[in-house]
């Protein structure tokens, strides 16, 4: 598709954050051009977790019944140490009409709001990359690899290494974390229900397993490695699962369907806006995989920013963008120090450290009101 030379709105990022964004603009009847620099389907399956809140944003862009019939529903969140159960989160009693988390794995999710995006008219301009971002008074000038674009607006989509942020000056500030971590989708045989999604404590490191569709061995393998291999191989997960999984239970990694190592890092940008360029996702925050925030908080940006978006173009005042980083923006630095405390938690190597921990863990989580507490604030239902 060859680039038009202006557009109310243009999206850099064809990723869910970008995707979501465009079709609030679809629905609302505003121009905008959506590019990406890879080609359809290229995206890997790195996050996986739906939450409720996230469910609810989507239900109101009609794909959260799509997601359903693709995913795993999965009620439960626990923590344990090796045999020791320290926590038991049930999402059923959430205030939603979605009170779980939703396991579907991210390509999924992008095809199914790219679906919905063609419904509506729209589509993705592909493989143009933006290498420069000009503002003024007047609008936008964004130039990319497949010619020049005058926008009223530009929303940065474009993930963690954001040009367009990078292009428009605004800081990044925070820092990473020491350990790499690993992320794989595997078949396994593993002796926890998949009912729920476990985190496991140990002196090694923090692990995630998490049941993945498809079939009942598949599952979402995400652990901190001091030194992880580039792409983890079956020994990799074996040797991950073996050390830091129930004890006394025995799992079997028989493949690994996709596999990759990555740094994190929790950073929030400085602003969120910077004239008429505004960020999104992970262009504007970016922390621990611990709870499976991300991909959520992200969404909840778009579709946020879509509206406001839609109102100014409609004919209200420009400065009533200034609601989006006023709104958003806190709920992403919440998010940052809560995924942060989550996985110093988790990695606590010190016996001491670590037997006061769990101690304080099962006490805690023993009462009801904690138990709802953590249930409602990894749902993101506080984010409403």
Known sequence: MSLPTRTDVLISGAGPVGLATAIVLAEAGVDFVLLDRQAEGANTSR??????????????????????ELGVVV?????????TVLAKVPFGGLPTAYPYTLMVPQDRTEAVLLARLRELGGDVHRPYEVTAVAGD?????VTTTGGTVRAQYVVGADGMHST??????????????AESFVLADVRMSW????AEVSLHLSPEGVT???PLPGSDDRYRVVATVAEAPEHPGIADIQSIVDARGPEGARSRVTEVVWSSRFRVHHRVADHYRAGRVLLAGDAAHVHSPAGGQGMNTGIQDAVALGRLLARVAAGEPDALLDEYETTRRPIATGVVAFTDRMTRMAT??????????????KTVFSLPPMREKLAYQLSELAAR
């Open 47 to 68: 996050a996986c977790v739906v939450h409720a809140r996230t469910l609810e944003v989507l239900a109101e862009l009609g794909v959260t019944e799509r997601l359903k």
């Open 348 to 361: 606590l190597r010190p016996r001491p450290a670590r037997l006061l921990r769990n101690t304080v863990l």
């Open 137 to 141: 008074d007047t609008g936008v000038t």
């Open 191 to 194: 002796p926890l229900d998949r």
């Open 164 to 177: 367009v942020r990078e292009q428009t000056g605004i800081g990044f500030t925070g820092a990473s974390y």
């Open 208 to 210: 995630v397993v998490a």
């Open 75 to 83: 009620p439960t969140f626990t923590v344990r140490d090796g045999a």
